[in-house]
């Protein structure tokens, strides 16, 4: 059953792999960045307060993001496994991940292997500053301009970074190389996953 957190800077193709991996596993693609952008869309309570963030190029909330991936995780087709797109984007969030497994596996009766979660692997996608910006003005979605997409890269450095080495020195990471066609990145995920201890064969 695979059970994946897609890492990597804006732009760097976390929603394109995360779509054609959860299509080739079988499993769900939860994707924080389009619930978000669908909140923002039906102007719910949710997506009227996390608009500004997106459109300063800010995280949203943690307190937001919690509940919000918590409704989703609890939805009967994650049951099959997932591929977390987006999430965790900072500490705090990465410590959610290990509460809302070590939670259900409790649930499920489930003795936990060690480290407070289940099997889940950390991939992580890897370009320069240079190739992500030149996508993403390409892309031309409402939060891709020049100022926002700098002030995302910053966020990135200082919030998302950090998970690198705290996924890391759990043995979870595998780090890939992202400035490639979109066929060879799918390939080089597959074969991380595939011969991972993490992914529950
Ligand atoms: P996201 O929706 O996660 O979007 P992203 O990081 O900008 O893009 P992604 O990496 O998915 O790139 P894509 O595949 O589209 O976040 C948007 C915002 O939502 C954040 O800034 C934040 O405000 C908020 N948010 C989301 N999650 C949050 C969380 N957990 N906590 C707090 N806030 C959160 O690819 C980009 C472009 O490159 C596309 O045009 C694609 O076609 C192209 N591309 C992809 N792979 C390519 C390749 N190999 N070669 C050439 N082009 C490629």
Same mark, same amino acid.
């Given at each position: 059953?695979?059970? +994946? +957190?897609? +890492? &990597? $800077? $804006? &732009?760097? &193709?976390k929603g394109t792999q995360a779509a054609r991996l959860a299509g080739f596993y079988n499993v769900a693609h939860v994707s924080t960045g389009e619930i978000l952008r669908s909140n923002v869309a039906r102007q719910t309570p949710l997506g009227i307060q996390a608009k500004e963030y997106m459109n300063r190029g800010d995280l949203v909330p943690d307190s937001l993001i919690r509940n919000m991936i918590e409704d989703r995780l609890a939805q009967p087709d994650t049951k099959i496994g997932w591929i977390l797109d987006g999430f965790p984007r900072n500490i705090n969030q990465a410590s959610f991940v290990d509460e809302l497994l070590s939670k259900k596996m409790v649930l499920k009766g489930e003795s936990d292997p060690g480290d407070g979660a289940s099997r889940f692997l950390a991939v992580n996608l890897v370009l320069s500053d240079e190739v992500l910006v030149k996508r993403l003005l390409a892309r031309g979605r409402a939060d891709d301009n020049e100022e926002t997409i700098r002030r995302r890269l910053q966020v990135?450095?200082?919030?998302?970074? $950090? +998970?690198i080495e705290f996924y890391r020195s759990r043995d979870r990471l595998v780090s890939v190389e992202g400035d490639r066609s979109v066929d060879a990145v799918t390939q080089a995920l597959k074969e991380a996953i595939d011969s991972s201890y993490y992914v529950e064969k």
């Open positions: 059953m695979v059970k +994946l +957190l897609i +890492l &990597g $800077p $804006p &732009g760097a &193709g990135h450095n200082q919030e998302t970074e $950090p +998970l």
